[in-house]
């Protein structure tokens, strides 16, 4: 009884401590983007603003053409959603129906065509976009990043499609389905809320990556990009900066704990059963 | 002949697969061995020039690559900790739970630009919250400079983990729940402690899910640009990794050096995915 409240106290400062952890650099963001002017140019801000004051968002309303590099952002990271799920998903249904060492190496496979910095692929791709009309546009961006988010997306899919029995369309095929009845009508159904998680995720890449979306598209930029340029001309901590952050993380943060629901162990864990 | 009929009996299969291996064909491999190619051109020739101009690099090719090799294993031991950690805690069924581990996976939906801001005010080289904290306690003197040197290294790895644990943590969250509760159930009638069912159950039931984990941040890790382009930004002091000095000479316009760093970089990359596959190959072949 003694024994299983100290574990239990035990278990509440350790879980206490990590969500300090993760939660003090969220609530910087929070600070900063509503602290007066006045506080936030200092290396350390007051933890507990004096006054909340909105004018950090102001500014950005204002001076920034904010919505339309929001809508920029917003049609990549969908674009990006798009390109992976119909890349990813008839890859995954065929990785997870290989033989388990097979599937593992081509996993390891995709992983491994990343491990070139971005910007060696952004150089060569950016060159290539020009020549099609691409630089400058979401759908260039998105067709760069997708080659990024892939493997992950297909690793999460194979997850997804290994956690549903194979004898679900085996025995439709035995009652006259073909085979790409059989993937459409029952694998594909079952598989939907892996799909889901997948393309959260690669809605959250798309969201987050700046190097390759600079290079495509300089002139037209994404939230992430906008930022980064500001932070790279020494504006740095500028409460545009932060209130631009604000925005960015907001909508973002519901979609994590969306994701969290739906991503269970069985998806993820998955394509390595 | 035989493979013949195999790929009509498979058609579909491989019909599904070919888009995806098409696509990471022109987007990443051709640009891959693009770049190899031009490392080794000099105004249309083939010559090793390129790669003797690496040795007039500051700071030497040597250093950053030894900073490379060196930063990854650090910052995924400080991931792979936090991870593990919050998945064994997230795998007792206490009340609380299902919020403290929606809490754990905010980070991950955190753009890096933003979470490298954040930490930018913790790790300030005066009087940022780091240092407040370190001076308070009474741990240091004087200002750390958190975005110099080697400790730029621990700066990045510990804002990187921040960002990236969570996902790695559900992987591992995901490896736990699979393991039978019986095996543990049968090793504590046995009369194993709780350290030895760890060491002899948990571990290496988790092992796929860790191997998994590792190599997928390993990627990341070894061409980590964005958080540290911000966060130690131009800083003279940074000692560099090959792919931050990579970004470097091509601000500075030279196409073919950083083409021959990139070269460097990949080839060290494969050197590790063949031990890996080799490793995980003896091993797989063991225990599954």
């Given at each position: 009884m003694n024994r299983d409240i100290i574990r239990k106290s035990l278990w509440y400062l350790a879980m206490g401590v990590m969500a300090f952890f993760v939660l003090f650099p969220i609530y910087l963001i929070f600070l900063v983007a509503f602290a007066p002017p006045t506080e936030i140019f200092r290396p350390n801000p007051a933890l507990i603003p004096s006054s909340l004051n909105p004018y950090s968002?102001?500014?950005?309303?204002?001076?920034?053409?904010?919505?339309?590099?929001?809508?920029?952002?917003?049609?990549?990271?969908?674009?990006?959603?798009?390109?992976?799920?119909?890349?990813?998903a008839p890859a995954a249904y065929t990785i997870s129906r290989m033989p388990r060492r097979a599937s593992y190496l081509v996993i390891i496979f995709l992983f491994v065509t990343q491990m070139i910095p971005e910007i060696q692929i952004g150089v060569p791709l950016a060159s290539a976009m020009a020549k099609l009309h691409l630089l400058n546009t979401s759908l260039g961006i998105a067709l760069a990043q997708s080659s990024i988010a892939l493997p992950l997306v297909t690793y999460v899919?194979?997850?997804?499609?290994?956690?549903?029995?194979?004898?679900?369309?085996?025995?439709?095929?035995?009652?006259?389905?073909?085979?790409?009845?059989?993937?459409?009508?029952?694998?594909?159904?079952?598989?939907?809320?892996?799909?889901?998680?997948?393309?959260?995720?690669?809605?959250?890449?798309?969201?987050?990556?700046?190097?390759?979306?600079?290079?495509?598209?300089?002139?037209?930029?994404?939230?992430?990009?906008?930022?980064y340029q500001n932070i790279a001309r020494g504006q740095g901590g500028l409460p545009a900066d932060d209130a631009f952050s604000l925005i960015m993380t907001i909508p973002v943060i519901a979609l994590v704990l969306i994701l969290q629901k739906y991503m269970r162990s069985n998806i993820i864990a998955g394509a390595l059963k | 002949m035989r493979i013949v009929r195999q790929l009509k009996n498979n058609l579909m299969e491989v019909v599904f697969i070919l888009?995806?291996?098409?696509?990471?064909?022109?987007?990443?491999?051709?640009?891959?061995?693009?770049?190899?190619?031009?490392?080794?051109m000099l105004l249309g020739k083939y010559s090793l020039y390129n790669y003797y101009q690496l040795q007039n690099y500051t700071p030497s090719l040597y250093t950053v690559t030894v900073n490379t090799i060196a930063f990854v294993p650090f910052a995924l031991a400080i991931e792979f900790f936090l991870a593990l950690f919050t998945a064994l805690l997230l795998n007792r069924s206490i009340r609380g739970r299902s919020v403290f581990r929606s809490i754990i996976m905010l980070p991950y939906g955190v753009a890096t630009v933003v979470s490298a801001i954040a930490f930018s005010f913790i790790f300030s080289a005066t009087n940022g919250y780091a240092n407040e904290i370190l001076i308070g306690i009474g741990l240091s003197h004087s200002q750390v400079n958190w975005t110099s040197g080697y400790i730029a290294f621990f700066s990045i790895a510990v804002a990187d983990s921040w960002k990236t644990f969570p996902l790695i943590m559900l992987i591992l969250l995901g490896g736990l729940q699979m393991i039978p509760e019986s095996q543990y159930e049968a090793a504590a009638i046995d009369g194993a402690s709780q350290l030895q069912q760890f060491v002899r159950i948990t571990l290496p039931n988790l092992y796929p899910f860790i191997m998994i984990a590792m190599i997928i941040r390993a990627v990341s890790e070894f061409n980590i640009l964005s958080l540290p382009l911000i966060l130690v930004g131009s800083n003279v002091q940074f000692l560099g990794t090959l792919s931050f000095n990579l970004y470097e000479t091509f601000s500075l316009g030279s196409a073919n050096i950083s083409a021959a760093v990139a070269t460097v970089l990949l080839s060290i990359v494969m050197v590790f995915v063949l031990i890996y596959i080799y490793v995980s190959g003896k091993l797989g072949s063991g225990s599954r």
């Open positions: 968002l102001y500014v950005v309303l204002k001076y920034y053409h904010f919505l339309s590099h929001f809508i920029l952002s917003l049609e990549t990271a969908f674009i990006v959603s798009g390109i992976c799920i119909a890349l990813g899919l194979v997850g997804a499609f290994r956690s549903i029995p194979t004898r679900l369309s085996e025995s439709a095929q035995i009652d006259g389905a073909s085979k790409l009845q059989a993937f459409f009508y029952i694998d594909l159904q079952l598989a939907l809320t892996g799909i889901f998680v997948a393309v959260i995720l690669a809605w959250l890449f798309s969201w987050d990556e700046f190097i390759l979306a600079q290079l495509i598209s300089p002139l037209h930029t994404t939230i992430p990009v906008l930022i | 888009p995806l291996l098409i696509f990471i064909g022109i987007l990443n491999i051709y640009p891959i061995i693009q770049g190899i190619n031009l490392s080794f």
